[in-house]
């Protein structure tokens, strides 16, 4: 498949955090001020799976979604390597802190309308050593679910008005991808 030519990206609008632009006909969003998002698909040394909500106010209910968050977003630690972000945002969020924590898989998050790409990475051995809850005013819940019991802990969840960000299903089958690959080993 051969690429578009890229031409000269035009401003449309610009807020303290997101910039709109459009090239070659699409108009698509940027967040200038980062170098990356993370996902953290963790699981605690008792088989534990912890996830987060929080209130999203684009889709105005609260969300169900793995830890997560933006590298480079910091003051003063612009150039921060996606690891560390992922440690610092699990931490952020959940109090949690991992023993490893790997790249898995990576790629665009949403790409008919932003130019952002996530990597997703697999925590394991986790353990909580502080409260969480995120940073400012974010109001983050985290949860830490046996993950036999991950699909039906999720259909309550919508039962009582929350969304699911469809990565948590993405997690879940690399999730389902390790526990195949160890089973064949």
Known sequence: MS??????????????????????????????????????VGSTRHGGL?????????????????????????????TEALEEAARRELFEETGFKADTMTAVLSGPLNPGISNETVTFYRARGMVRTDYGGGRGAERIRTHVVPISWLFPWLEQMQEKGFLVDPKVYAGALLLRKEMDEFMHD
């Open 3 to 40: 690429k578009n030519p890229v031409s000269e990206k035009k401003l449309l609008a610009e807020g303290n955090h997101l910039r709109l632009v459009v090239r070659n006909g699409w108009e698509f969003v940027e967040r200038p001020k980062i170098s990356g998002n993370v996902v953290i």
């Open 50 to 78: 912890v996830l987060v909500s929080q209130w999203r106010e684009p889709v105005g209910a609260p969300v169900v979604e793995w830890p997560a968050g933006l590298a480079g977003d910091v003051l003063g630690r612009e």
